[in-house]
Nanobody, 119 residues
Framework: QVQLVESGGGLVQPGGSLRLSCAASGFTFSMSTMSWYRQAPGKERELVASITNGGSTNYADSVKGRFTISRDNTKNTSYLQMNSLKFEDTAVYYC?????????????WGQGTQVSVSS
């Protein structure tokens, strides 16, 4: 059973930093693309960053140069290092992976972790 557990969220001042973690289990983590999404109040969920099994990364324009996604296959964990945080980064952050059950590809989500940027 696929499980994704996020941690590391919290309250931070503008310009501050946080590191989110996503602990994964129930699938072959090293072979999977991992993604971070976020959803702010009243807005749609949006892709923040993703990292393939080979280590290739992709970022939303709004976070390029400030956020860094990484993975540790020995710990089955994905990370999102967030620097120079802005008010508009306030959202619930979710970890996601996509797995096939042999018939269809399914998205698996964590429960989310709240990031609040406030002075």
């Amino acid at each position: 059973q696929v499980q994704l557990v996020e941690s590391g969220g919290g309250l931070v001042q503008p310009g501050g930093s946080l590191r989110l973690s996503c602990a994964a289990s129930g699938f072959t983590f090293s072979m999977s693309t991992m993604s971070w999404y976020r959803q702010a109040p009243g807005k749609e969920r949006e892709l923040v960053a993703s990292i393939t099994n080979g280590g290739s990364t992709n970022y939303a324009d709004s976070v390029k140069g400030r956020f860094t996604i990484s993975r540790d296959n020995t710990k089955n964990t994905s990370y999102l290092q967030m620097n120079s945080l802005k008010f508009e980064d306030t959202a619930v952050y979710y970890c996601k992976t996509r797995r096939s059950n042999g018939i269809v590809w399914l998205d698996h989500w964590g429960q989310g972790t709240q990031v609040s940027v406030s002075s």
